[in-house]
């Protein structure tokens, strides 16, 4: 299966979604179908066999303009022409205002029949490019939406062509109110906020896009040369020339002999890390040392960058119940609005003919479920936002949600609450055998081994091992130098189990011999005990929750300041977490080995830490890139925030339109105060949603 994403710059609201969810749904292969309406993006999941140019054209056919994300041309050109036609209507909006004041005037001191028509040309002229310009996306976009539903353009473009037509036809026959004023002011105003939110939607949308900040071109060295190259031609294979002071745009391992480097757009952290000779450098990392040459591994496409952001973009797949609740309402929305404006005008032609119009009009303005659309989504974007400048992706955007109804977090000891590379303290050779030789052996097996504690016996060179065959939570096994070599547990090992509360201990056999007794020891984290105090100030129980034996356990357990439960399989972990959630409410699991699996699947968010495996990333709610293990605390603190900011715009949505549609139908707000509410509430919801980017991030 295939993820294609595309760009949509004019889908609006839920209709809009609707639209395009009506004009794929003929296509047998598509699998999964998500939207993203605060970046304007559709996320479709189809089979190999389904060509992306046919997802564009079906959307095309519905009236919309999507193009392919990653090509931001047209993103530009939208905003350039949308900001030419907020200038038509500005001009227009100033030159009408100032003949409608005459006009105005004239009402109430008595004007020349002949200057009162002058004036209603003069207005109709500069009215006339506002209409036929600046107000078309408006008209293009309701006249695509008949066939699929009406979207919030269509109560828009009705209220200004119902207001130019009839003050067209009042200009022509030389008697009756004309609504220039109210047709260029409206458009302004819509052209306006809709310019406005799309520059808070950049905000909120294109800064969480690792690839979107990647370099056009790179220096790739070709005969000692170095040519400058679009970054799209560069692949694994290649040589790159990285100069001082710029982005990496791939990933690829260190040919010099030592680099300095930024990892802030990837983890958050703005710490310098310096590499050796080998080792692998990511795409998205800044040089802050001298220029060096990086040996190309993987393409942008294959980078962990953009591994990221495609794991990013799931989370818009599983929908926040407000969200689906906000959508539902909004489809119905417009029929209704279209039917309220018709009764609307049918009761003031009884009351007051005169009023009728401008009352049905200012319904049709005010009443854009624009803010109800996005009140939701837009906090979302923001907190998924600030989550990834703080090191963290999440996943799954109902984690968000869920965090409210936490009452207990557990952690995985070794790699999670300990740094995840832990050191050989000790090497315990046991009858002839050699003590480098058992490191080989030992480096050879764990070099296949995703364990936090195979990082302690990482080497340049490795004896080659073939049968290998690992046991999660227990051991590996294989055959090195003809020999059938096992490490891990005692158990697994078939050693007598030692008590060690000062350092870890790991055994290595050779022919069901004892051969070796490695002790390891393992650092807390910095913060761990900083991250476990907030916590428990949000009210949450903690606990460390370890295979490991209740001597390393009791001591890791002290120093954090938690409870434990020691010596418990990958096996037995779920059933400690189903016996919390049925006696105390929802869990986190936090964890960072293959053995954890089986808890991060069982947990109500599951929580990956940076050092782990694929694997259990794939498997994680949530996945912390950074090595801060306060970032947990983040995402809480994010996640309440944004649940508060989330139930602040569906009540400012909703409490808005349950004000101004009655003060619109009654007469009280004409239809130029209208369209101004109505800008603003959309506004305002975004602007809301804006502040979740200030959330501050912990620093322990």
């Not at 993006?41 to 189809?46: G, N, P, S």
Request: hydrophobic fraction near 45%; include cysteine; aromatic fraction near 6%.
């Amino acid at each position: 299966m295939t993820v294609t994403t595309i760009s949509v710059t004019d889908m609006h609201c839920a209709a809009c979604s609707n639209k395009i969810s009506n004009a794929l749904a003929h296509l047998r292969d598509i699998e999964n179908l998500q939207f993203n309406p605060v970046r304007r993006q559709v996320f479709v999941t189809h089979a190999d066999t389904l060509a992306s140019a046919t997802l564009i054209e079906e959307i095309e056919l519905a009236g919309f303009h999507p193009q392919l994300a990653g090509d931001s041309s047209m993103v530009w050109h939208e905003s350039h022409t949308l900001l030419k036609r907020l200038g038509v209507a500005g001009l227009g909006m100033m030159q009408v205002m100032m003949v409608q004041g005459a006009l105005y005037a004239g009402m109430f001191q008595g004007m020349d029949e002949g200057i009162r028509r002058l004036l209603e040309f003069t207005a109709l002229i500069f009215c006339i490019p506002v209409v036929v310009y600046s107000a078309v996306p408006f008209f293009r976009s309701a006249l695509t939406s008949i066939r699929h539903g009406l979207n919030m353009d269509a109560p828009i473009a009705l209220a200004v062509t119902i207001a130019f037509s009839v003050s067209l036809w009042h200009t022509l026959a030389g008697s009756g109110e004309v609504y220039y004023d109210s047709v260029v002011m409206f458009t302004f105003l819509m052209l306006g906020a809709r310019y406005l939110e799309q520059r808070l939607r950049q905000r909120l949308g294109v800064a969480d896009s690792l690839i979107a900040s990647m370099p056009r071109t790179a220096l790739r060295i070709v005969d000692e040369q170095y040519v400058e190259t679009a970054l799209l031609q560069v692949s694994a294979g290649d040589q790159l020339w990285i100069e001082e002071g710029a982005i990496v745009p791939v990933d690829g391992t260190l040919a010099g002999t030592h680099a300095t480097l930024e990892e802030a757009l990837l983890t958050g952290e703005s710490d310098w890390q310096d590499k050796t000779s080998g080792d692998l450098i990511y795409a998205g990392t800044l040089n802050r040392g001298a220029a060096f040459q990086l040996n190309v591994t993987a393409d942008l496409a294959h980078s962990r960058a953009a591994e990221i952001d495609q794991l990013a973009q799931t989370a818009f797949e599983a929908k926040h119940s407000l969200a689906s609740i906000a959508d539902r309402v909004a489809r119905v929305f417009i029929p209704s609005i279209l039917a309220l404006a018709a009764t609307t005008y049918w009761v003031w032609l009884q009351i007051s003919p005169e009023h009728a119009l401008s009352a049905a009009l200012a319904v049709l303005v005010v009443s854009c479920p624009c803010a109800l659309s996005l009140a939701t989504p837009a906090a979302l974007t923001a907190a998924l936002t600030r989550l990834r400048q703080g090191g963290i992706v999440v996943k799954n955007s109902r984690a968000l949600e869920i965090t409210r109804s936490l009452t207990q977090v557990f952690f995985d000891k070794t790699g999670t609450l300990t740094h995840p590379r832990p050191r050989i303290e000790q090497v315990e050779v046991l009858g002839d055998f050699d003590q480098n030789v058992c490191l080989d052996w030992a480096a050879g097996l764990q070099a296949h081994s995703s364990h936090p504690l195979a990082q302690a016996f990482k080497r340049n060179t490795i004896v080659p091992a073939t049968n290998i065959h690992i046991q999660a939570g227990q051991g590996i096994s294989g055959q090195l130098d003809g020999r059938q070599v096992r490490i891990g547990s005692a158990e697994f090992c078939a050693f007598i189990p030692r008590s060690n509360a000062a350092s870890k201990l790991v055994y290595l056999a050779v022919d069901n011999t004892p051969a070796a007794v490695f002790h390891l020891t393992s650092d807390i984290r910095e913060d761990a005990q900083g991250t476990i105090a907030d916590l428990k100030k949000r009210g949450l129980a903690v606990q460390m929750l370890s295979g490991d034996n209740p001597e390393n356990c009791a001591a890791v357990a002290q120093q954090v300041g938690i409870s434990f439960i020691a010596t418990s399989q990958p096996e037995a972990k779920p059933e400690v977490l189903k016996a919390a959630q049925q006696t105390t409410g929802g869990v986190m699991y936090v964890g960072d080995g293959v053995n954890d699996l089986p808890a991060l699947a069982n947990a109500d968010i599951s929580v990956a830490t940076m050092e782990t495996s694929d694997l259990v990333k794939s498997k994680a709610d949530v996945m912390l890139l950074t090595r801060r293990l306060g970032a947990i605390t983040d995402f809480f603190n994010i996640g309440a925030r944004t649940q508060k900011i989330m139930h602040e715009n569906l009540l400012w949505a909703l409490g808005y339109n349950l004000i101004a549609i009655p003060l619109a139908a009654f007469g009280y707000a004409p239809p130029w105060a209208a369209a101004l509410g109505m800008s603003a509430s959309s506004l305002i919801v975004m602007l809301n949603a804006s502040r979740i980017l200030n959330t501050p991030l912990t620093k322990h």
